[in-house]
């Protein structure tokens, strides 16, 4: 049995920069990938294990490597696993229509798009679109208190807001997206944007063993230090469910490693039992 202060499991983008700055207060860390991670440079000190990876209890894991399993404990876990975004049954395989990690793949000729779901994803795509192009069309399904018609320009893009109205099909054609909406309206763009929320990568991850459980999207709920409901136990990044706070990736990372130095010293808590 391997011990490590600290294991941060899994390859969110926010998982290189939470490592660089633990390593500054710890001094045994293990990074497991379950992929290959383009990292420019890894953090010294930081040991690194390839291979599908999953707990067996609060502070002991299994990690199935290319030369076999290999059993470990850490006395702090930071889940980084990431997530997958979710595409609705109506999503066509089209280039002109995209998912929301993918928004940089959108036409450069697009002048009209569709930003399909108001949700963390869809104002982040909001935001990196405005000033690029000139009308954008910003859609959800929920209430989103806005004006059903609310026309505003911000940097040079105009954008129509409607809530309470659902994408329930799209059709392509040589010009045009044609999206057709709960209300019976149909829309045409020249590209969209699905922003439709994401699952967490935690399926394989028997976080049952843990005492913890995943929300309806595979996503984990923690506090405001991003600590989950078993101490000890942290989330990063994309896998994090409740609560989104909108707040940079640095002041996560900050959060989380100021919490984990107020818990208790190690040698007062019998936690690495074999």
């Known amino acids: 049995m391997q011990y490590y202060e600290l294991a941060v499991l899994g390859c969110d983008l926010l998982a290189p920069l939470f490592l660089e700055r633990a390593r500054r207060q710890y001094a045994r860390i ?13 953090p010294w000190g930081i040991e690194v294990m390839m291979g599908p990876y999953h707990f067996e209890s609060e502070r002991h894991l299994a990690c199935a490597t290319a030369t076999g399993t290999v ?15 979710l595409r609705p049954g109506w999503m066509l395989e089209h280039p002109r229509l995209v998912l929301a990690d993918h928004w940089e793949r959108l036409p450069e000729s697009a ?16 935001r990196r679109l405005q000033g690029k192009i000139p009308r954008l069309y910003c859609l959800d399904a929920r209430d989103i208190h806005c004006p059903p018609q609310a026309w505003k320009v911000t940097g040079g893009t105009s954008c129509w807001l409607s809530a309470n109205n659902a994408v329930i099909g799209i059709r392509a054609d040589e010009q045009f997206l044609s999206l057709y909406l709960e209300n019976g ?3 045409q763009v020249d590209a969209a944007v ?9 399926e394989t991850r028997r976080l049952k063993a843990t005492g913890l459980s995943t929300d309806d999207r595979g996503k984990v709920w ?4 991003y600590e989950t409901w078993t101490p000890g136990i942290y989330a990063l990044g994309d896998v994090v469910g409740y609560p ?24 007062q808590r019998p936690l690495l039992v074999g």
């Open 194 to 202: 699905v922003c439709c929320g994401s699952r967490g990568n935690t």
């Open 71 to 85: 059993h470990f404990a850490a006395e702090r876990t930071v889940l980084a696993c990431g997530a997958s975004p």
């Open 244 to 267: 989104q706070l909108e707040i940079s990736g640095s002041e996560q990372v900050d959060r989380i490693i100021t919490a984990m130095q107020a818990v208790v010293p190690n040698e």
């Open 111 to 126: 002048e009209s798009v569709a930003i399909i779901g108001m949700g963390h994803m869809g104002v982040q795509t909001l």
């Open 222 to 225: 923690c506090n405001d230090d």
């Open 185 to 187: 309206q149909t829309r």
């Open 30 to 42: 293990l990074w497991v990938r379950d992929s290959e991670t383009a990292v420019d440079t890894l």
